[in-house]
């Protein structure tokens, strides 16, 4: 790319710079002299999209315009949580039914056009030259380690050279698995380091579709696998330590789901139905943490618990794996009024709830104001200070 963009009409160069963009970019923003800032919305957890927004305040401080866009997924994850009335679809059927109404993905944006750009040229050995491109060695690496010399090439250039042949080489494979195995036509390491816009690809095949039978079927086939990978994106995956702790003291704010915690902790057993729901809670759906913690609190706390059988079940609580029917979505505050209809499971294991109003006793944010401050929610629930979010969100549908 650095050679590309030294050359006629850019005549620019790439700069590159390693260490915290916190502490790299004001000092480039006065430097350089900055007006605009774009980059690539992250998609990947919820920690990264609050970095995302310590660079743009820090932006705003520079008075320096800041823009950003979701270019790593087929669909702005803003549009599926719009068309969804603010609900993250919790299983790829939902998924999937969304999608009509958002309707076909985006088309890539061409390249500009260079002469269109005021761009200048940056002569080695200028102020800015500091941000020349790292040796593997400046980065950590031994001195007898090189880049790969293999099949696989980085870079745009290759990528894009792969996808203008990817369609007829792939068609053109026979059925020998050996083919199938030793084939390198695969474009996924070019999607996953940016090389190539997805939407890019999924343009590029819907285009192939239409001149070949077997270009359909390639198109679908491939359509499926990337729709896959945009439901994967969708999920906000979390690693929240205040979440998790709340749920492993059974602190939540989610009467049900706190009852079920307590009276694992006090008897070391709970029905099936509430293992379910509590897993459901902790990971697909409410609070997004992995299995696996979930998965260790059973450890702790479970007379039953027997790894084997544990892991299997979390991870199909989870749809993490190993399961042959999906278990649906509980609504916390819907299973519990089926299993609990007056409360007093309830009430068993959440004594703060003991005087609490029945018809308010599965949603206590619901009843006025007066009620909770008398019942001292706010000494009970965990979350009640750091409810804001994704679990506020969620309890305004419920």
């Known amino acids: 790319m650095n050679d590309k963009l030294q050359k006629r009409p850019y005549q620019t160069r790439l700069n590159v710079f390693v260490g915290q963009p916190t502490a790299i970019l004001p000092a480039l923003f006065s430097r350089w002299n900055v007006s605009k800032l774009t980059f690539q919305a992250t998609q990947v957890s919820y920690e990264s999209k609050q970095h995302d927004e310590i660079i743009q305040r820090m932006a705003m401080e520079h008075s320096v315009v800041c823009a ?129 816009s997805v939407r890019q690809l999924f343009s590029q095949l819907r285009q192939f579709a239409f001149t070949s039978v077997k270009g359909q079927a390639l198109f679908e086939e491939l359509t499926k696998n990337l729709l896959l990978r945009e439901f994967a994106f969708h999920l906000p995956w979390d690693d929240n330590e205040q979440y998790l702790e709340a749920w492993r003291q059974g602190q939540t704010g989610f009467p049900w789901i706190d009852a079920i915690i307590r009276q694992c902790r006090q008897e070391g057993w709970a029905h099936f139905l509430a293992r379910q729901s509590i897993a459901v809670f902790s990971t697909r759906g409410y609070m997004w943490l992995s299995w696996v913690l979930g998965k260790d609190f059973f450890q702790e706390f479970m007379l039953d618990f027997e790894q084997p059988l544990s892991s299997v079940c979390w991870m199909q609580s989870s749809c993490s794996g190993f399961f042959c029917n999906q278990i649906e979505s509980y609504n916390p505050c819907v299973i519990g009024k089926q299993m609990d209809m007056e409360g007093q499971y309830i009430k068993t294991y959440v004594p703060e709830l003991q005087d609490f109003p029945v018809e308010y006793i599965h949603q206590p944010w619901k009843a006025p104001q007066y009620i909770q401050e008398e019942a001292g929610l706010h000494h009970w629930c965990g979350l009640s200070k750091a409810s804001s979010g994704r679990l506020q969100s969620r309890r305004a549908v419920l």
């Open 68 to 196: 950003s866009f979701f270019a790593h997924t087929l669909y702005n994850p803003n549009d599926i949580l719009t068309c969804n009335n603010g609900r993250v679809p919790v299983s790829y059927k939902e998924f999937r039914r969304l999608l009509p109404i958002v309707g076909c993905p985006q088309e890539p944006i061409p390249e500009p056009n260079p002469l269109s750009l005021l761009l200048s040229y940056v002569a080695p050995g200028t102020s800015i030259a500091e941000g020349e491109i790292p040796t593997l060695q400046s980065l950590g690496f031994a001195p007898n380690e090189k880049l790969y010399t293999n099949h696989w090439v980085g870079g745009e250039t290759e990528a894009l050279s792969r996808l203008s042949k990817f369609g007829s080489h792939r068609t053109s494979l026979s059925d020998d698995p050996i083919e199938w195995l030793m084939n390198k036509d695969s474009l996924s390491p070019y999607i996953r380091f940016g090389c190539l």
